[in-house]
């Protein structure tokens, strides 16, 4: 197997094309572009940054757990940290990551289209993004906001200090920002694919990103109000959830967790979408039951909106609720375990491969897998009120969110790397990183779901002398984690520079994107308008060798 | 169909006229979709409350003005009438027709928003507000409870509850407020005299919803006015054609959208309690 | 295609329309103000929705629309149906074991 790159698709004169990163290099051509692929790469620069934020926030309170007694941060510093590390990583990395990013890149090229259907709105969302994201900044600059970044009242809406509004706030605008990119993304896969792109021929990763969009532009609505909600709340004084004239604390939960349960969707369908991709590549296969794994992408979407009151089961709401609650949720792991099922069929009697992208993907699969397990625990109602708050729901939603979802975008990136910079990475550097992202991830979380489940509560800065070698062995990982991490973003920026040119299918892939454009792409995507006569991933046997 | 690939209208992503106008169609009515679920949430939180203080609710539906209310409804689908007209002016290419059915529309948009103005005032004057003054004045009908005299007389009565509401800016020394006063016990009861007894918080919570989404109305409404009067100057400038005129029909559905959420609001708002 | 999306209604028809929504108007103040216990929210709902239903299809032209338009306005109903069921469900739930303890249940 050749390394990717040096091949006979290398073209010569790579130094002298022009793409959609030269053609115009002025900062005015990058900040008012209507072109998809530039818009991916500024949400590229934004989100990194925000995961940086958080990171930062990360580190300080595992450093705080290294020890049972809280010493190095105070109890309002570290309440403010995980409040910082949340909002900053879920609304501001994962929810736009792989949409935002690769699905920017992608879904316009992947149906054969010029653009998205419409391009000022999509530059429009990358301002209202980093607008609200300025004003979350502000409030973490201005001595940040410790309600958890669930904002739970009447805590958030009466009591908290600090710069809850702003927090808010940005979030709201950053929502917006969520919905018109899903309300973009869902128009342009209606009415913008090439001739002979029926749906079925559609790849799995458009299908995903179809799914997400649709949660987006459904949910997201409900946290912009609910966020309005408690800004007027505290500016205006007007009582929604305020006990003392009758309101309900519970139907802020109520309100919240209608979106944000979706949300916890919206963040890792994209991933699946890309799973799908890379498995099909290095597999050199088609993907074991596609429909199943498109129309499983939908299922989830859909069902997702039944089950959020599975936050709700210790908040007081009914035990009737609850049931139906815990019930429901039992369905959305049935189209998720489906793809998993699809995935590992793929691989069987695959021709596999395991570079970068196909490590990360693997590791997704694997640890994705323990994520979404330990879920069906949570959703039993008995047993989460056991488990409710505790370390056991930190490592669940990490196993899916960073297990699953970063390790999939890790994938994409590292899959469409040639493709949206015309550079390859060091292969060794980014195989070594995978390996210890893996492992320090697995070193961060697999103690706190035993420390979870021996009782130890979430958002606690102290904690029994007992469980400190499991906080230890955490923050341990967590170091390592970080440093996989850190490794990442030395060897990308690297490659930009030093890497080796890619040609136009590095990866020997099949997809309009791969097999119809150059690497980098042209600013107007395709030289001739693409017409699609063969089923997704027409991969033959032993097609890699050829 | 050469036409339709070459129109001066045609932007370069799309492939013809036809695809064009529907990507908008389509685009508008999933923002619309979102829209339905953003005033969703204030229904909901409504809806439940209404559901656990039905009297409390019924009082503060009882102090809305239903004339204002009627006439305002009268206006606002009479306004649904008149952007269908400029709609359909512009599908027929009559560029008088449009501004005159945008002028009347935007008119009668703007007298919608000044009776707003004036029910906000009524409330203002009355101290009506959610927040720390809030009052409810006891009426012939709904008195609060634990008032101890219920004559019709309109009387300066003192909130029966203490503030608890504070706007939460005061600093952690204040947080000792913090402790939310004992929610009265829910009243309603008829107390055998055609009167309804009242707990003044939960019509505080009625109050506080008609104003968030009276108001969420109204900024949609005002942002509707903004509209027309851009789509005034670009008709004016002759930017449309029987060929194009998508966005007066998309801010159409835009404003047909702010009516439909009036015609909901109208009843669950001002027409409870007035059996 | 073309034709259906750029129909042309007749004013007559919206003019009809008018007057259907200034009927049901009074239709459902008049409503209010008779004691039909809990026939009063079945009826104003009712009439709004209808209400509703008469603008979107004919004021915003969705009855002369491609079906998929019908699928977004309609999905967005049942939605927001479903939000406020669920939450709903438990609201009104809550009290119906007697003599629970005011802990979590």
């Not at chain 1, 990395?93 to 920017?104: M, R």
């Not at chain 2, 005129?245 to 702010?258: A, N, Q």
């Not at chain 3, 239903?53 to 079906?67: E, G």
Request: net charge negative.
């Amino acid at each position: 197997m050749s390394a990717p790159g040096v091949t006979a698709n290398e073209v010569a004169p790579e130094e002298r094309r022009i793409h959609y990163l030269n053609w115009a290099t002025t900062v005015k051509s990058w900040l008012l572009t209507l072109d998809h692929k530039r818009i991916c790469i500024l949400y590229l620069c934004t989100i990194t940054f925000y995961f940086l934020v958080g990171a930062v926030a990360a580190t300080l309170f595992r450093i705080e757990l290294m020890t049972p007694q809280g010493d190095f941060l105070s109890a309002e510093i570290y309440n403010k940290m995980f409040t910082m590390h949340g909002v900053a990583m879920i609304f501001f990395f994962l929810v736009p990551s792989i949409p935002a990013t690769l699905g920017n890149f992608l879904i316009p090229l992947m149906i054969g289209a010029k653009d998205v259907a419409f391009p000022r709105l999509n530059l429009l969302t990358w301002y209202l993004f980093s607008i609200g994201s300025l004003f979350a900044l502000f409030a973490i600059i201005n001595g940040g906001v410790d309600t958890g970044w669930t904002f739970y009242t009447p805590y958030s809406s009466t009591y908290a200090n600090g710069h809850v509004i702003a927090a808010t706030f940005g979030v709201f605008v950053a929502g917006f920002a969520s919905i018109l990119t899903g309300l973009n993304f869902i128009v342009t896969v209606h009415k913008m694919r090439a001739p002979g792109m029926t749906w079925f021929r559609l790849p799995l990763f458009i299908w995903a990103a179809y799914a997400t969009s649709i949660i987006m532009v459904l949910g997201t609505p409900v946290i912009a109000i609910t966020m309005l909600l408690i800004i007027a709340e505290r500016g205006l004084g007007i009582g929604i959830f305020d006990p003392a004239l009758g309101g309900d604390p519970v139907l802020f939960q109520h309100l919240f967790w209608f979106y944000s349960h979706p949300a916890v969707y919206i963040m890792i369908l994209p991933g699946f979408g890309v799973i799908s991709e890379v498995i099909a590549c290095f597999c050199r296969k088609r993907v074991f039951g596609y429909e199943f794994i498109a129309f499983s992408s939908l299922a989830i979407a859909i069902i997702g909106f039944f089950v959020w009151g599975h936050h709700l089961f210790v908040s007081s709401q009914s035990v009737y609720a609850g049931l139906i609650f815990s019930f429901l949720t039992f369905f959305v792991g049935v189209p998720t375990a489906i793809k998993i099922f699809n995935w590992v069929a793929t691989l069987y009697k695959g021709s596999v491969s395991f570079e970068t992208p196909m490590l990360y993907a693997l590791g997704f699969i694997g640890l994705f897998t323990v994520g979404g397990l330990t879920g069906l625990y949570l959703s039993t109602l008995a047993i989460d009120i056991h488990l409710h708050d505790t370390y056991f729901v930190v490592a669940h939603f990490h196993y899916v969110m960073v297990g699953g979802m970063v390790l999939a975008f890790l994938s994409g990136l590292h899959f469409w790397w040639p493709k949206m910079t015309g550079r390859i990475y060091n292969e060794t550097a980014a195989k070594f990183a995978s390996v210890i992202v893996f492992i320090g991830f697995n070193l961060t979380f697999f103690p706190q779901f035993i420390v979870g489940y021996l009782g130890m509560p979430r958002r606690y800065y102290e904690y029994p002398e007992q469980w400190q070698l499991l906080q230890l062995l955490s923050s341990a990982g967590a170091s390592v984690l970080g440093f996989g991490f850190l490794m990442v973003l030395c060897y990308l920026p690297f490659s930009l520079v030093f890497g080796k040119r890619a040609g136009p299918n590095p990866w020997r892939a099949k997809g309009l994107e791969w097999e119809e454009t150059t690497s980098p792409p042209i600013a107007h995507n395709f030289v001739k308008d693409p017409i699609v006569t063969e089923e997704a991933y027409a991969y033959t046997k032993g097609s890699r060798h050829v | 169909m050469s036409d339709a690939h070459s129109s001066p209208y045609l932007a370069h992503h799309f492939d013809d006229m036809e695809q064009q106008s529907q990507a908008a169609s389509l685009g508008m009515w999933i923002f619309l979709a979102q829209e339905i679920m953003f005033f969703g949430g204030l229904f909901c939180g409504y809806a439940v409350y209404r559901l656990k203080f039905p009297e409390a609710f019924s009082a503060g539906s009882y102090s809305l003005a239903i004339g204002w209310g009627c006439f305002n409804t009268v206006v606002l689908i009479g306004s649904s009438l008149t952007m269908a007209l400029a709609v359909r002016s512009a599908q027929l290419g009559r560029k008088a027709g449009i501004i005159k059915w945008l002028v009347i529309t935007m008119f009668l948009g703007c007298v919608f928003l000044g009776v707003k103005v004036v029910e906000y005032s009524a409330k203002f004057e009355h101290n009506m507000i959610p927040g720390r003054h809030f009052e409810f004045h006891d009426d012939g009908k709904f008195v609060v409870a634990g008032h101890g005299d219920h004559s019709a007389a309109v009387g300066h009565d003192e909130p029966v509850h203490a503030e608890a509401g504070e706007p939460a800016d005061h600093h952690a020394a204040e947080a000792a407020h913090g402790e939310p006063t004992e929610h009265a016990e829910p009243a309603g009861e008829d107390n055998g005299h055609g009167i309804v007894e009242i707990n003044q918080g939960e019509v505080e919570l009625f109050v506080g919803f008609y104003f968030m989404m009276t108001g969420m109305h109204a900024l949609h409404m005002v942002i509707g006015v903004g509209l027309i009067i851009w789509l005034l100057v670009l008709t004016a400038k002759n930017r449309f054609a029987t060929e194009y005129y998508t966005p007066i029909e998309m801010f159409g559905l835009y404003w047909h959208f702010v009516d439909i959420v009036w015609i909901f609001l109208f009843p669950l708002l001002y027409l409870i309690g007035r059996h | 295609m073309s034709d259906t999306e750029h129909h042309v209604c007749p004013v007559g028809l919206y003019l009809a329309i008018f007057g259907a929504l200034m009927v049901f108007t009074l239709l459902t103040v008049g409503a209010a103000y008779l004691n039909m216990g809990v026939m009063n929210n079945v009826v104003m709902l009712g009439i709004a929705i209808v209400k509703a239903a008469l603008v979107i299809s004919i004021f915003m032209h969705l009855k002369y629309n491609p079906k998929i338009l019908w699928v977004v306005a309609i999905g967005a109903f049942v939605w927001l149906g479903i939000m406020l069921a669920l939450t709903l469900s438990d609201v009104m739930s809550r009290g119906w074991i007697p003599n629970q303890p005011a802990s979590w249940l």
